[in-house]
């Protein structure tokens, strides 16, 4: 059974930072291309960024190009996502995801 188990969300202060964390379990995490995308309230689904299974090569969508960064450790099976300089049209709910399949998702509130 695939399962994939976000966290590491929070409310943050806009300018702040927080890291995402994904375990994933029940497949080959190694050898998969992952993603993270993101929904904020009333909008659709965003993808935010991807990492190749190797880890040496990541995309990003404009929207957090310069701000987030990907990563993953395939020894713990674990995907993260670095959130740095956070602004208000970054809240949303944050889903790591091995396409079909997506996590629980951890939320990103960002609010003076």
């Known amino acids: 059974e695939v399962q994939l188990v976000e966290s590491g969300g929070g409310l943050v202060q806009p300018g702040g930072s927080l890291r995402l964390s994904c375990a994933a379990s029940?497949?080959?995490?190694?050898?998969?291309?992952m993603s993270w995308v993101r929904q904020a309230p009333g909008k659709e689904l965003e993808w935010v960024s991807a990492i190749s299974s190797d880890g040496g090569t990541t995309y990003y969508a404009n929207s957090v190009k310069g701000r987030f960064t990907i990563s993953r450790d395939n020894a713990k099976n674990t995907l993260y996502l670095q959130l740095n300089s956070l602004k208000t049209e970054d809240t949303a709910m944050y889903y790591c995801?091995?396409?079909?399949?997506r996590g629980q998702g951890t939320q990103v509130t960002v609010s003076s």
């Open positions: 029940g497949f080959i995490f190694s050898t998969n291309t």
């Open positions: 995801r091995w396409s079909p399949y």
